[in-house]
């Protein structure tokens, strides 16, 4: 059984202060260079990773947004990550959580899809 991980106001707050989150935002679209990712969890069939804002999940059109964080991961010794059964928005920070195995990706994929995934947003706004 796996527990599940919660994101805090906390982690979210030191991603926007020591992570950069209020960079100047990419002209294309595109991930900005000094977004990181870092792993949260690791397992045989999971992995859940922290998300920095101004990291693409997925690739987009164009050779201009394939940086990703699944083009990272893969090039970070997880070629195993093909896919992500959800994503958060380019300049969004938080975990994601994705499958290492087929079985792993397929049974988040019809989790999220089920709406069976209970997801927790926290917003830090000033003025």
């Not at 969890?41 to 992995?47: A, Q």
């Not at 959800?86 to 792993?104: F, P, Y």
């Amino acid at each position: 059984m796996y527990r599940p991980v919660f994101c805090s106001w906390l982690y979210l707050l030191w991603q926007l202060i020591a992570c950069d989150g209020f960079s100047a935002r990419s002209a294309t679209g595109s991930s900005l260079p000094s977004a990181t990712w870092r792993p949260i969890l690791i397992d045989d069939s999971f992995l859940v990773v922290g998300k920095d804002s101004g990291l693409l999940t997925v690739p987009g059109r164009g050779e201009a947004k394939a940086d990703c964080l699944i083009s990272r991961l893969q090039h970070e010794g997880y070629p195993e990550i093909s896919h992500a059964p959800h994503r958060l928005d380019r300049d969004t920070s938080g975990l994601l959580v994705l499958g290492r195995t087929k079985a792993a990706h397929r049974a988040l994929a019809v989790a999220f899809e089920a709406r069976q995934v209970s997801k927790s947003y926290e917003a830090l706004v000033l003025g």
